[in-house]
């Protein structure tokens, strides 16, 4: 069984020999604007799924995958030869989703994005339930000249005045 790093390194030399391929030998007029995208081998080393997207719409995309099908043998053959292991692996071809799946992403994004923008719309003119700061403060009415006296601890009941005997007074 082969390890990850050269499963890694297969992936990418397919993916450039295919690509190359596409570019300059498979000369079939059904292939429309093909991009490799990807290229997963298996650790064993004997399956390779490659992963395209066709600029286009959906017709371009079937008549690709067509001629993608149909030139399979030769890409196959090719990989071997320049590649040089054991056994050439076996190739499928899968048509990538990120196009649709990065479309699908904006939408959403755009979505919350106006939810976003009607939220703050309405909190911006919003006002509170009830008191604007629920927290309780002292009164501000107060004299500050009574909260002095009461802060020194002369509350007009102290010693030294009438009717108050005072310590050690009759």
């Excluded at 390779?48 to 995309?61: K, M, P, S």
Aim: negative net charge; hydrophobic residues 40%.
């Amino acid at each position: 069984m082969a390890d990850a790093p050269r499963a890694r390194k297969l992936a990418e030399r397919i993916q450039q020999i295919v690509a190359r391929m596409l570019d300059t030998r498979i000369k079939d007029p059904r292939l429309g604007f093909v991009t490799v995208t990807d290229v997963r081998v298996t650790g064993d080393l004997q399956n390779a799924t490659i992963f395209y997207t066709v600029l286009g719409d959906e017709q371009d995309r079937t008549s690709s995958a067509a001629a993608l099908a149909s030139a399979k043998g030769v890409i196959r053959s090719e990989v071997g030869k320049q590649t040089g292991i054991r056994l050439t692996p076996t190739i499928e071809f899968v048509l990538d989703a990120v196009p649709e799946t990065a479309a699908s992403l904006e939408e959403a994004l755009r979505t919350a994005a106006q939810r976003d923008a009607e939220v703050a719309r309405l909190a911006a003119r919003a006002s509170y339930a009830g008191d604007p700061d629920p927290y309780r403060r002292p009164a501000e009415d107060e004299d500050e000249a009574d909260v002095a006296e009461v802060e020194a601890g002369d509350d007009g009941t102290g010693p030294g005045r009438a009717g108050d005997s005072g310590p050690g007074r009759p």
